[in-house]
């Protein structure tokens, strides 16, 4: 019979989080994949759990670990993977190897544990009912640029994580784009002795000095019931291109300016290109 990787959430903080099924999980695994053998062996030894076996699995090793995983799992034996905090394969590693496993057939089941995405949602004080999780997000060039667009766009609650190191530069960006007023909260060092949320908006919310992991949730972009006219996203579309950008810089550009999708944006500028006749099939 075929085993079974079981995806096991680790507390993110508070030792008291880890389920009882979690436990038993751990304690009955052949093998337990972990990011770092050392910080998941303490963990393991506090809960007085004696692992058969440990086997690092980071963005490094996880690719190597696909065929022992699966050959084992054929051979009907156990394997746990864990994080080292929270849920697996979750902006953490784990996700490619637990993809292996279900193409090869075998069961990937999820032990639902603590979840700073979700504790930081709920304590927001920020529409929970629909919401997107951008992880993390760039750290430079185009890339951060077309998504901080398209999170200023976001009619729903947008969560991301972010580092002490990066968080006033990820606020202050996020101002840029959004607008002083988008309500935002920030919290960090969840279950923890010092956790902390702060609330307010981007113009106002002072994190201090950033310490800890963060878990920054940003209200959605407020309904407007006036859409933006076509024919003020050309005259900007225009004038960017006008002033040197490529199709989607421009495109980029207004989207963030204007509130816009920046789709929408996109296939406003090749549908003029085409309109002139100046489209040759590339995005400048």
């Not at 022992?68 to 993977?81: F, M, P, T």
């Not at 878990?215 to 407007?224: F, M, N, T």
Request: contains cysteine; negative net charge.
């Amino acid at each position: 019979m075929s085993g079974t990787l079981h995806l096991v959430s680790t507390p993110i903080g508070n030792l008291s989080d880890i389920s009882t099924r979690a436990i038993e999980v751990l304690r009955r695994a052949d093998l337990i994949c972990c990011e770092d053998t050392r910080h998941s062996g303490r963990l393991l030894q506090h809960l007085a759990i004696e692992a058969r076996r440990l086997a690092v699995c980071n963005e490094h090793t996880e690719r190597d670990l696909v065929d022992e995983v699966v050959d084992l799992l054929a051979s009907g034996h156990s394997v746990a993977l864990i994080s080292d905090a929270g849920t697996p394969a979750l902006s953490d590693p784990g996700g490619r190897l637990a993809a292996a496993v279900a193409e090869a057939g075998h069961q990937v089941e999820a032990v639902p544990g603590a979840s700073a995405l979700l504790a930081a949602l709920v304590v927001s004080g920020l529409d929970s009912t629909r919401f997107t999780f951008e992880g993390f997000l760039p750290r430079s060039g185009r890339d951060r640029e077309e998504r901080l667009a398209e999170v200023s766009a976001s009619a729903v609650t947008v969560v991301i994580y972010e580092a002490p190191h990066r968080l006033e530069r990820t606020l202050a960006d996020l101002g840029a784009v959004c607008g002083g007023e988008r309500r935002v909260s920030v919290s960090r060092e969840l279950t923890k002795m010092h956790e902390e949320t702060l609330r307010g908006t981007l113009a106002s919310i002072d994190v201090g000095t950033p310490r800890g992991e963060y878990v920054i949730v940003l209200e959605g972009r407020p309904a407007d019931d006036t859409p933006v006219d076509e024919s003020v996203i050309r005259d900007l579309l225009e004038s960017e291109l006008a002033s040197g950008a490529t199709r989607r810089d421009a495109a980029t550009a207004v989207a963030r300016r204007l509130g816009v999708p920046r789709r929408t944006a996109y296939d406003l500028v090749i549908a003029m290109a085409k309109d002139s006749g100046t489209d040759d099939g590339s995005t400048r």
